[in-house]
């Protein structure tokens, strides 16, 4: 199961792709124009995200080449009705994880998402960083300069996520949703909880990183 953003200006599509999807277990948001999908982007975070290529406000390929140029690296799969090879070299070359074009068997689409989904990252054991600060996974360890200290599973997945997303602000409900498995309001306190954890963690190690809250929104790396 996975969370999907699809991105599809046609009503009727944008419907049937969201009915598909649920019906493979996984969790879809539906936007029909390119600044919204930006807007949820920022907000949220997929596994996938699907994209028309012809959209109001911002077009799908140019709403890609803003998000690889950001660092973001969720999978695309381009969904559209240009079929000339130009297009797809220029979506692919762009950043797309695939290319579908329109009209597609409901089967065919499953399995290009399932092909996307079941890829590895390059490095899942790779050391993220964030000014000073160093994220070791295998170690589950937190580090600056020489100063280290071991994180709980929890404490990891939570500083993961926001060394992961540290362009952007986490919603609380996103935090629950990836570490938890459920996006209720209930686990809000949860989620403080972790964080304040964190935070003693960070000036434990004596880094200068913070963790902002931002009211009304979520959280962030500083």
């Known amino acids: 199961m996975a969370k999907i953003l699809v991105v599809e200006d046609d009503k009727d599509t944008l419907s049937t792709l969201g009915l598909l999807l649920r019906a493979d277990h ?20 997929y596994d996938l995200i699907m994209l028309d290529w012809e959209l109001p406000g911002i077009q799908g390929v140019d709403l890609l080449k803003g998000l690889r140029a950001k660092g973001c690296r969720t999978p695309v799969l381009m969904l559209t009705g240009r079929s000339a090879t130009t297009d797809k070299i220029e979506g692919l070359d762009t950043g797309a994880d695939g290319y579908l074009t329109k009209p597609f068997e409901a089967d065919v689409l499953r399995a290009a998402i399932r092909a996307i989904l079941r890829r590895t990252p390059d ?29 709980s599973s929890t404490e990891f997945e939570v500083a993961r996520l926001l060394f992961e997303n540290s362009n952007r602000i986490l919603s609380p409900l996103e935090f629950s949703a990836k570490i938890w498995g459920e996006s209720t309001e209930s686990v809000g306190a949860n989620v403080r909880t972790r964080l304040s954890r964190l935070r ?5 190690v004596g880094s200068q990183v913070r963790i902002v809250g931002i009211k009304g929104f979520g959280y962030r790396l500083e």
């Open 123 to 151: 490095n899942p054991d790779e050391t993220l960083t964030f000014k000073d600060l160093l994220l070791l996974p295998t170690q589950c360890m937190l580090k600056c300069g020489e100063n280290t200290t071991v994180l």
């Open 200 to 204: 003693d963690k960070f000036t434990e």
């Open 26 to 45: 996984h969790t879809v948001d539906e936007v029909a124009d390119g600044t919204t999908a930006e807007s949820f982007i920022g907000r949220f975070t």
